[in-house]
Every structure is written in structure tokens, then in C-alpha cells.
């Protein structure tokens, strides 16, 4: 799947000052990711508290981005939770005409044999009419995917392509990378480890950093995929300290802390309970970061 070989940005949703969401930021976001040169764009994952939008304040962002977007760049869109007949029955009624790809976070809270999560992504798998890429982030779920469960899953599920793989653990990495299929998709979900996966034989990422500098974070991962390692690990290097910045008061609280600093896009750092607003200690280090890379 050429398409997802690169870098994707899961976008935040921008708020206005009273929550709303604000339309016309996320246009500019969009335009934003696109003009430098992300491969593909992830709407409606974690990042875009998707969790606290209403059905129709989601039907809002897939609009607003299938119209941005005008088909320049391949769209996946987030289809998951913890009850596997309501994401069945999602994938099954839901128009996904203009994506080219569901992310399918595991069972959260539930915690789910490996069986469990096998069974749960093959009834995905079998409902839904687009790819399916697993996402495994077990800091969010309390449950992890092991490699062998993911390998059988691509042996299993020809509708499955790809994994995001979030544990944040190299070696898990490596290990996903050594046993799943070789057009089997192991996407970084970590900004951090995201060049060293892509080096060791990944598809790329999905950044949240990189809606913030899209340029710069493609052209890393795109150094990777080449196995241009001393120019990429330049650009990791610059980013590296923001990279856990963004993610010291909770995600998306940092990445949009971030871009109401930046210039390319004019959006607010507003998110929505339970999470708060990134606090004036975090702003100024954000700040201080954009200055100096700018």
C-alpha cells in the first residue's frame, strides 16, 4: 500500500473560543498539511478528540475535510471503541466513500485476551468495506497487541494492511517488523521512535508533530525510507526536545498549545473537558521551542 508508505498526521479538531469547532482553521490546517507534503491525513483519531464531538460535529470535520482535501492526498479515517458490534455496525452503516482507510484503535478498558483482540479485529476486518489498520497504543487501551497476534492477523485478514504500533517499545517494533508480511504496514504511532522504526524496515508514521511542521516531518521520514540516516537523524535531533513537550501535559493539549504559537495556522490551543488548556509554564517553553526553530 503506497499510499500509507510516509508520514500521515492525525489532526487535532480546532475549537473556537466557546468549543465550537472552528471550520475554518481546520481548513487551514489541512491546506497546511498538504502544501508540505504529507503523504496521507488520519481524521477523527484520538488526537481530534473525537471522543467528545457529537455525531454531527463529526460529520462536520469529515466534510470539511473531504471537501479541503478534494482527493490530493488518501484520508483514513478513525472507526473504533471497546464494543465490537456498535464499531461493526458503524463500519457497516457509515458512508466511507472517500476514505481510503479505517485506523481501528484496540478495545480500551475492557482489556482483552489476545483472542479476544484477534476475534474483535477479524469481525472488523470481515465489516468493514475499506482497509483496516490496527492501531495498538497500550498507555490508552491497558492492553497490548503482541507481535505474534498481529502477524497472525495479517496471515488471517487480506482487508487488514497495517498496524500503528504506539507501545512506544523498539523492540516490539523490531519484532512486528521480523514477523508480519513483507507489504504488511508497521506504522510508527510514536513521534519519537518514528525515525528508528522507519530505518529498521517501517512504513513510516502518524505524527502528531507533524501537523505542527509537516515539511519538516516528512522530509525525515522520507530521508528514512531512503535509509538516509545521517540526514534524518539531523532533523530528528532538532525535534526531539518538542517532541516531549507536546506530550508533557496530555495529548492534544501540547500539539495544540503548539500551533496557536505558530504562524501557519490561526487556531486556538481550546480543548475540551476533561482535558484543560496547556498551562502558562508549558506555553512559554512551547514558544521558546517555535522561536528558536523557526
Not at 479476544?116 to 479485529?121: E, N
Not at 498481529?150 to 517494533?173: P, W
Not at 515539511?215 to 521520514?221: C, L, P
Request: with cysteine; proline share 4%.
Amino acid at each position: 500500500m503506497q499510499a500509507f508508505l510516509g508520514t500521515g498526521t492525525a489532526l487535532i479538531t480546532p475549537f473556537n473560543e466557546d468549543k465550537s469547532v472552528d471550520v475554518v482553521a481546520l481548513e487551514q490546517l489541512v491546506e497546511f498539511q498538504i502544501a508540505n507534503g504529507v503523504e496521507y491525513i488520519v481524521v477523527l483519531g484520538t488526537t481530534a478528540e473525537s471522543v467528545t464531538l457529537t455525531s454531527e460535529e463529526k460529520e462536520l470535520v469529515k466534510k470539511t475535510i473531504i471537501e479541503k482535501t478534494n482527493g490530493r492526498v488518501p484520508l483514513v479515517l478513525g472507526v473504533g471503541g471497546n464494543n465490537t458490534a456498535t464499531v461493526v455496525s458503524d463500519l457497516k452503516t457509515l458512508d466511507l466513500s472517500k476514505f481510503d482507510a479505517v485506523l481501528s484503535v484496540s478495545p480500551y478498558y475492557n482489556k482483552p485476551s489476545q483472542e479476544g483482540i484477534f476475534q474483535h479485529y477479524v469481525a472488523v476486518a470481515d465489516a468493514s468495506p475499506v482497509p483496516v489498520i490496527i492501531y495498538n497504543v497500550p498507555g490508552r487501551t491497558s492492553s497490548n497487541i503482541e507481535p505474534a497476534t498481529v502477524s497472525r492477523l495479517a496471515e488471517t485478514c487480506k482487508n487488514i494492511i497495517g498496524v500503528k504500533e504506539a507501545a512506544g517499545d523498539m523492540v516490539q517494533a523490531m519484532k512486528l517488523i521480523q514477523t508480519v508480511p513483507n507489504d504488511f504496514l508497521v506504522i510508527s504511532g510514536d513521534d519519537m521512535i518514528a525515525l528508528p522504526m522507519t530505518l529498521a524496515g517501517g512504513a513510516g508514521v502518524i505524527s502528531v508533530l507533524g501537523q505542527a511542521y509537516p515539511k519538516e516531518f516528512s522530509d525525515m521520514i522520507r530521508l528514512g525510507l531512503e535509509k538516509s540516516s545521517e540526514a534524518a537523524f539531523q532533523i530528528q535531533y532538532q525535534m526531539m526536545d518538542v517532541v516531549d513537550l507536546i506530550f508533557e501535559e496530555g495529548n492534544p493539549v501540547g500539539i495544540k498549545a503548539l500551533l496557536s504559537v505558530l504562524e501557519d495556522v490561526e487556531t486556538s490551543m481550546e480543548v475540551r473537558l476533561p482535558l484543560v488548556a496547556a498551562t502558562e509554564s508549558l506555553q512559554e517553553k512551547l514558544k521558546q521551542f517555535a522561536h528558536a526553530f523557526a
